[in-house]
């Protein structure tokens, strides 16, 4: 059932309308407040007797697109309590309504705070004035503040970070409470002991999720010594993939030469060779689709029947006996090789003179065979420099080597290909960053001391030292569900309240707005 309408219902609970003047643009209204008595604020003793009468202006919400003044007419009460040394005591009102020496009715005090939080100080003010609750830009920031408080649940386990005030100058650290998802607090550097000095505050603190390196684990070694660290996950696994990359770039010598001798690009090849590169791709198909049917669980029976291939064939794959990437591409010129390469290099170019002396050594094959193998020694010889510049850079390589053969196009196939057959010591680096990346996604760290000793020996024995000498938290991020990617969350928000605040984010601000909006 709808109410009858009543002027009081329009203005916060606990006033009377007395009377109301509309105006183009305002509407005033005069109250006063429904209780008949007071409590005095010294003593707490309940007064009826009024001394004299004021008015005070607050502003209220909005009425019909209009603002809205309210004229409060406030009593002051005499305390006759014996023992209380005041007088004379101005009148309270209850929660709600409107606080002592406020201009703004609580509940439009409510709101120019969340415009403070969502929109900052210069876009709140202006979309006030079209809220028709005027506010300044300075008023909204200083609600902001004043209405901040900080969160003052026990913390259990946090997640630390810096993020920069401005990008690559100043620093700051935030804190997030993990169990309850929200910033705690933002510290004004991301020095060692302001990190520190706050951590010691807070004792019941006991896991911290943090970032590798930063001064933070030092910070919380000291002034939260049984508190477990937890690495981050997602820097673990960037780390990781970029010692990779180091890897790789240490290579990239080894890398070019590998590459421009192997005349990868499917123009340079010859036509025989075309025909050994398709193979090489049937066989990789061939491999590839068996292995997956014995993995799945099929008889090698069933595989034979199935595919259509030899059973000897099958059984080698599975075996993992067939893994060559290349077939040589000379067969009948492979013994003879080794004499080729030294003729070459010593200036004998001309295929039919070389074809001669190889049949005197014995070689069956026919002159174009030799042909062939000298057209394309020149061509290489001539795309050498050429082909140095399109050697892939480390970054790509890098990816091509960890993307899965699936992903790559033919070209890319072959050159990957070349690379592992030539730098096998990559492909070890390779399987030990894949390694530690299943550990950490799988959640499983039962091989980590082997996996420490395998990297240690590896291309990326620095990374693994690093993971060593900061092993408990490596281990903790692998065993704990507990990330700080909550935290980087965070300071996206953050990043994006910042933005907002036009640079003039003082941290206090800066940190009203983060937490209240969360
Ligand atoms: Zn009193």
Redesign the pocket.
Known sequence: MGQKFQPSGLVPRGFIVENTIFATDRVTVHVRSSAEECA??????G?RRVQSRYWRHAADLPFGGRRVVLLVSVRRFW???VL???QI?AERFADGMLAPRARRTERLDHIVHHLGLALGGRPGASFSERLMAPVSNDTLLRVVRRRAKAPTDTLFVIGIDDFAWRRNQRYGTIVCDLERRRPVTLLPDREQATSETWLKHHPSIAIVARDRGGGYGEAIARALPGATQVADRWHLMENASSAFLDAVRKYMRQIRSIVGATTINPALLTAAERIQYEGYLRREETNSSILALSKSGVPIKQIVRRTGHSRKLVRQIIRGERTDIFRSRESSLEAYLPWLDGEWESGARNASALWRNLRTRGFGGCLGVVAEWAARHRRAEKADAASLARVPSARTIARLMTVGRDHLSKAETVTIAAIEAGAPALVEAREIIADFHAMIRKKDGIEFRSWLERAGQSLVASFASGVKRDEAAVRAAIASHWSNGQTEGQITKLKLVKRQMYGRGKIDLLQARLLGAA
Do not use: K
């Open positions: 005095c604020p010294a003593c707490g003793t007064s305390c006759d309590a209380c040394g005041r005591f």
